[in-house]
T-cell receptor
Framework: GQNIDQPTEMTATEGAIVQINCTYQ??????LFWYQQHAGEAPTFLSY??LDGLEEKGRFSSFLSRSKGYSYLLLKELQMKDSASYLC??????????WGAGTKLIIKP | DGGITQSPKYLFRKEGQNVTLSCEQN?????MYWYRQDPGQGLRLIYY???????QKGDIAEGYSVSREKKESFPLTVTSAQKNPTAFYLC??????????????FGSGTQLSVL
């Protein structure tokens, strides 16, 4: 079966750096997405990786290793507003999106 | 501003009742989707539509029905056959060109609960 694993919950301190990991086993690969979702709100797009390496976008960066079936989202200079769930999703060979359960990130002052 | 509007924000269903969740988009997107979100689980696809007057079942279509009579609208009906309907329902849209980098735009969701 297809599977995406993420930690259920993580805690970090305001101003610090946190890395949220995502491992996947899917039938084929056509890209990996990260979305941010505040409680009770719409998920919003953060990043897309299809080639190996690091994509940087302001305070957020996303890394992909296709050979290892692994990605991480790196958040720098954490702010209280970064408290949210972070969803990892992989597009498989049929272009269907497979979603992880999400990682709830708690930021403490 | 372009976006996706879901209504209502909260909905309660009585036993044996059908309820309809609204989803409207003004992004001129061809593709629209309905997902169900349960605590501790990834988003699960209920139905999707890539063009007006056509839609496809997702992974958990049983107990649900949809229509796509207009490009802008993709309502979801939760029927009485859905025995465990309590969940957060998300509607999404995309350009529908079938490319790998195609991202989804989501509505703000409807929380459905059973009375």
């Amino acid at each position: 079966g297809q599977n995406i694993d993420q930690p259920t919950e993580m805690t970090a301190t305001e101003g610090a750096i946190v890395q949220i990991n995502c491992t996947y086993q899917t039938s084929g690969f056509n890209g990996l997405f990260w979305y941010q979702q505040h409680a009770g709100e719409a998920p919003t797009f953060l990043s897309y990786n299809v080639l190996d390496g690091l994509e940087e976008k302001g305070r957020f960066s996303s890394f992909l290793s296709r050979s290892k079936g692994y990605s991480y989202l790196l958040l720098k200079e954490l702010q209280m507003k970064d408290s949210a769930s972070y969803l990892c999703a992989v597009r498989d060979r049929d272009y269907q999106l497979i979603w992880g359960a999400g990682t709830k990130l708690i930021i403490k002052p | 501003d372009g976006g996706i509007t879901q209504s209502p924000k909260y909905l309660f269903r009585k036993e044996g009742q059908n309820v309809t969740l609204s989803c409207e988009q003004n992004l001129n997107h061809d593709a629209m989707y309905w997902y169900r979100q349960d605590p501790g689980q990834g988003l699960r696809l209920i139905y999707y539509s890539q063009i007006v007057n056509d839609f496809q079942k997702g992974d958990i279509a049983e107990g649900y029905s949809v229509s796509r009579e207009k490009k802008e609208s993709f309502p979801l009906t939760v029927t009485s056959a859905q025995k465990n309907p309590t969940a957060f329902y998300l509607c999404a849209s995309s350009t529908g060109r079938g490319q790998g980098y195609e991202k989804l735009f989501f509505g703000s969701g409807t929380q459905l609960s059973v009375l």
